[in-house]
């Protein structure tokens, strides 16, 4: 990291992603682990994370977009690379190309790619993915009659082989069992309804993040693993003794104004913050547009020579106000902590989500759009 450049970042600690891999690989207990880089690495930085992963083992990766999938084809990742979403029309081709196996929800997304694929790969026929909607209700096929009678014409298409079938857990990271139970009953179900068809796919994944340890009978062939991988379990049901998982994603910045002020000082937009003391204020180069959510103003804490401060006044695109009145010795350039641990303290992202009314997964994500990473 160029310092010139921000006096804000984020940290990526490569090695407690590689331990966290190995920790889910284990309570996999043998089956592939299909690691989830969608969202650039739910905002870790897809290449590095990938090229980590890649040597640690990891059988695939999962991404969301075309695009996503040639940007790691372009910087040498040689894994099998999943994709979670639908593929773009027109980018059958291109997909068979670069190796990316897609998931296909009905018959006229696999005509594509036989048609593509028996101009490109003569010799050999290219995988592709049954989606299955076991109860999620986003993509695949609805496990009736009528779409094993679909899936019986796709695996007559030529060029193409169904190489595995795939359907996604809704609740699974949730107290109340009975839906996933029923989720993986009804994939249970219809693959071996396939298997009566002649259609046996060689990989079936259903297991999710959470239901990794918390299900195993929905392991099967393959897991995929996203929130996990940066060291977040999904919720409170996951155990955190069975599954060792450290945070991989810190968020830190320079103190770049320091200022004694009087009382009666108005801090931010629309006077949202007076002083009601002679008071330090600290302001940080980051603001809603770098992640940190707005809805923080009057919240939000940092951490600041092992102190914590309030985040006071409304929280501004690029920048942020801190109060330090309380922290000894404060000084311009010290460095703040937003995202992680210092000085025995901690700030995590399940405490900025719930006070910002969202998820973990949206609070890496955005702190990772902007700000640039310092890999560790």
């Not at 298409?157 to 595995?164: D, E, Q, S, V």
């Not at 009601?276 to 180069?285: K, N």
């Amino acid at each position: 990291m160029d310092t010139k450049r921000r006096e804000a970042w984020v940290e990526i600690d490569l090695h407690a992603l590689e331990q966290n891999f190995t920790a889910i690989r284990a309570a996999a207990d043998g089956c592939a682990v299909v690691a989830a880089v969608k969202a650039d690495a739910y905002g870790h930085g897809a290449v590095l994370v990938a090229r980590t992963l890649e040597a640690a083992g990891a059988g695939y990766f999962g991404v969301a977009t075309f695009d996503e999938a040639a940007a790691l084809r372009e910087a040498g990742i040689q894994t099998p690379l999943v994709m979670l979403g639908t593929t773009p029309r027109g980018c059958e081709a291109d997909s068979i190309r670069l190796g990316i196996i897609p998931a296909v929800s009905a018959y006229e997304d696999a005509l594509p790619f036989s048609e593509a694929a028996v101009l490109l790969r003569r010799n050999e026929p290219a995988d592709i993915i049954i989606a299955l909607d076991t109860g999620m209700g986003r993509i695949g096929f609805l496990g009736d009659e009528a779409a094993r009678a679909e899936i019986a014409k796709i695996a007559e298409l030529p060029g193409i082989r169904i190489g595995g079938i795939a359907s996604h857990l809704a609740t699974s990271e949730e107290s109340d069992t009975a839906y996933t139970l029923g989720q993986i009953a009804s994939f249970d179900e219809f693959c071996g309804q396939l298997t009566g068809d002649g259609i046996r796919p060689a990989v079936r994944s259903l297991a999710n993040s959470a239901a990794i340890s918390r299900f195993p009978a929905s392991r099967y062939d393959a897991v995929r693993s996203g929130i996990m991988l940066y060291g977040i379990y999904p919720s409170g049901e996951v155990s955190r003794s069975s599954l060792p998982l450290t945070p991989v994603m810190s968020v830190r910045a320079n103190i770049v104004c320091l200022r004694n002020v009087p009382a009666g000082f108005c801090v931010s937009y629309g006077k949202k913050f007076i002083t009601q003391r002679e008071s330090v204020i600290a302001t940080l180069p980051l603001g809603y547009a770098d992640g940190l959510p707005r809805v923080l103003t009057g919240t939000g804490r940092v951490i600041i020579r092992g102190t914590f401060a309030p985040i006071v006044g409304t929280i501004c695109m690029d920048q942020c106000m801190v109060d330090v009145t309380d922290v000894p010795g404060a000084q311009k350039y010290d460095e703040a902590t937003l995202l992680g641990s210092s000085g025995g303290l901690s700030i995590t992202a399940g405490e900025i989500a719930e006070k910002a009314g969202t998820i973990t997964y949206e609070t890496l994500c955005r702190f990772g759009q902007r700000l640039p990473k310092l890999y560790r």
